[in-house]
């Protein structure tokens, strides 16, 4: 049986491409979905280049509607994979998918995580306190923000050189390098149990 993963994601999509250019061609995932609440965003490019077809959600519907439900069975979706996706998750959706959604957040979680903890406002806030190392969390995704257990991380020194956009080269360069594998990983481990 194939698994069917869908890719939230509404930024560039660099992570998306990745992940999406790592399982091509394997047996038993396949990208089968790109979801999307930003038009034009970068990632709806990546996925037209791939063949893959792409759902755009919007607010109402996602969290006061069925968040989409029938949509990601049509699909076969099995595992979502969230790579830039800036939306809470609807109570819906995780009870649907339990233990088959993770995301990727750009630091040290429980650290830098929560409401408000996104993109370069997190590596603003990890320079301004001076840590000495950042790095990225692979997690499963509960209700909360950034919560639910960790399944991965990886870490980077910061050196006194550093600024929030050297530190977001370095972050991006550990995520392209390990999400995918993990990511892999994580769909297999879910769907043997
Ligand atoms: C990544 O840094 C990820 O950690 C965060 O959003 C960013 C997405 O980047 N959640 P991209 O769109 O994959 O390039």
Redesign the pocket.
């Known amino acids: 049986m194939k698994h069917h993963v869908a890719i939230f ?10 992940i999406i250019e790592y399982l091509k061609g394997h047996q038993q995932i396949s990208v089968s979905l790109i979801v999307c609440n930003k038009p034009g ?3 709806l490019s990546i996925a037209e280049k791939a063949g893959i077809p792409t759902l755009m959600i919007e607010k109402e519907p996602f969290f006061r509607g069925n968040a989409y439900l029938d949509e990601l069975k049509a699909h076969h979706i099995d595992f979502i994979i ?5 939306w809470k998750i609807p109570a819906a959706l995780v009870k649907a998918f339990p233990s088959k959604i993770i ?4 630091a040290l979680l429980p650290k830098y995580g929560g409401k408000g903890m ?2 370069s406002h ?1 590596h603003e806030a990890v320079i301004a306190n001076k840590e000495k190392e950042s790095g ?1 969390t692979i997690h499963y995704v509960d209700e909360q923000y950034d919560h639910g257990s960790t399944i991965f991380q990886a870490y980077c020194s910061i050196g006194p050189d550093d600024t929030p956009d050297s530190l ?1 080269t370095k ?2 360069a550990l ?1 392209h390098q390990h999400f995918p594998r993990v990511a892999t990983e994580t769909i297999l481990l879910q769907n043997r149990r």
């Open positions: 994601a509404s930024g560039a999509g660099s992570n998306a491409g990745k965003a970068g990632v969230l790579a830039g996706f800036l995301n990727i957040h750009p996104y993109g997190v990225i977001a972050i991006h995520e």
